[in-house]
Every structure is written in structure tokens, then in C-alpha cells.
């Protein structure tokens, strides 16, 4: 027979003759030695001997007592539960997310799904995304996540064939039609050889030359022309004197074959011929 189905001995179901309690770690420790689950000093917790001696039964280490009020020095029996581990988590998680954020009511979770889909309801709630969905599926049904599209299945594939040729028709209207991503669009033409111009695009031949502002502005191009010739300048100095960036002068030099001279170049190669020198001429003779 297991401890725990054994009914209790008269030594542990009347308190002990002139034994006294004390607390530890916020909870009453009252004097047992008899007890199976004594300490090395014969203290047992008060609320477990208490439900203990009204069930007539040892508890099991799988089960846990809740106080109601949560003041863990009132143990009188109208205020203790037993549960389990599981059940003691899941009810103190429910108590501190409606003290943080209310009760979890059927119109504030349709309110908060509106505002935000399932995710977003769910963190604003302090919940867990598969709580809302055990106990208001149907209050989460349009919100679920779609499963992926098959790129195989014949009716999304004669779809995108009887657009892909036409320009009027975009990547908007398949995928809201079909249910499917612009991705597998592309992916189903490209496997079979056809290119799709979709609506509103160009025909992807590379970017032309001279299509961005900055190098339509005939201004800042003949500023640019200016300056290159000059040694003195670099390109990190015409860029901030133009007010455009780096890479946007040198397209403009290449674009427009504007000759460049590189900044202190002559200066550099004579100081680096001078320090050579100096370097050789420093050397003891063998």
C-alpha cells in the first residue's frame, strides 16, 4: 500500500502534545516528527497537515495547496484547495494577467483582435496566443494564418498563365485572387520559360544610364566637371561641397566620362619617393 493511500496515525492527526509553529519562508511550520515528510527538525508546512487531516490521507508530491486569499499564514480549511502543480500555475497566471490587464472578456478580445490581429491581441492581453483560440474560436477563425499555397495545384497555375503576358494585370490582383505570393507567381513562369511583365513595371533590362535626379541635374554635373580636374579635391570633399553622397559623384564621373584627377596625387608620389630615399640614405654601409 502507498503512504499516501494509508489513513493517517493518531500521532499525525491530532496536533502535538506541546508542540509549538514557526514561520520560514512565509509559511507556518507546525511540529510533527511523526510525520514521513518532516524536516530534520520534525517541522512540517501547517497547510499541508491541515488538509491533510481533513482528507483522513497522506497528500501526494504531485499535489499542491492553494490558499485562497494568497496570505500564506491562513490556514484554516474554508481557505485551502488542493490542486495540482498544473492547475495551482494556471490559476495564479489568471489572477496576475487580470490584475495587469482585466478580465479576459468576449468584447475586449474582439476589440483587441480588430486592433491588431491574433499576435498583437494576444501580447496586449498578457496571454498566450492559444488561449484566445480555446476559448474564442470562432472570434479568431478570420484572423488564422493561411496555409502555404501549392505551387503545383493546376487551377493556380492556369491562372497565372492567362495573365502573365498581359501588363494590365499585377502582382496585387493574382495574389488576391489565387492566395498565392508574387514569389510563386515568378516561380511558376520561370519554370516554364515565360516573362512576366507585371502591371506598372518595366521591362527589367537594367537600369539606364542618367534615370535618377541627380544625374538629370545639369547643375550639379557641370559643378562636378569643375571640380575634378583640380588635384585639390577628392571625392569626399566635392560630395559635401555639392551636398550629395560619394557614391552619387563617382556614378556622375562615370556616367558623363568626366576625367578625374585623384587628390594630392603628384604630392603623395614625391613624398613617397622622398621617404624612400631618406629611408636608404639613413642606412649604415656594410
Known sequence: MNQEQRALPPSVQTPYTGGHSVIYGGYVFELCPDHPKANPFGFVPQHRLVM???????????????????????????????LTRAQHLKLHRERQRELKSGPLVRETVRQELQKGGLKKAAAALGVHTGTIRNLYPDLVAPY??????????????????????????????????????????RRICERRGIDWNP????????????????????????????????NR????????????????????????????????????KHKNLRRKSTQQSSRPYA
Not at 71 to 80: R, S
Not at 145 to 160: L, Q
Not at 247 to 254: A, D, E, T
Open 52 to 82: 491533510e487531516r481533513s482528507m483522513g490521507r497522506y497528500l501526494t508530491s504531485k499535489e499542491q495547496i492553494h490558499h485562497d486569499d494568497e496570505v500564506k499564514t491562513h490556514n484554516d480549511e474554508a481557505n485551502l484547495k488542493v
Open 144 to 185: 488564422k494564418r493561411r496555409s502555404p499555397s501549392n505551387i503545383d495545384d493546376p487551377k493556380v497555375i492556369e491562372r497565372v498563365l492567362s495573365v502573365a503576358l498581359l501588363d494590365k494585370v499585377g502582382y496585387r490582383e493574382v495574389a488576391r485572387e489565387t492566395g498565392i505570393s508574387y514569389r510563386t507567381a
Open 199 to 230: 502591371k506598372g513595371s518595366p521591362v527589367p533590362t537594367g537600369r539606364p544610364p542618367g534615370t535618377s535626379k541627380i544625374l538629370k541635374n545639369q547643375s550639379i554635373v557641370d559643378k562636378v566637371r569643375e571640380l575634378a580636374p583640380d
Open 233 to 268: 579635391y577628392g571625392l569626399q570633399e566635392i560630395a559635401e561641397t555639392l551636398g550629395i553622397s560619394v557614391p552619387s559623384v563617382s556614378q556622375i564621373l562615370k556616367v558623363h566620362s568626366i576625367p578625374w584627377v585623384r587628390k594630392n596625387k603628384a604630392g603623395y
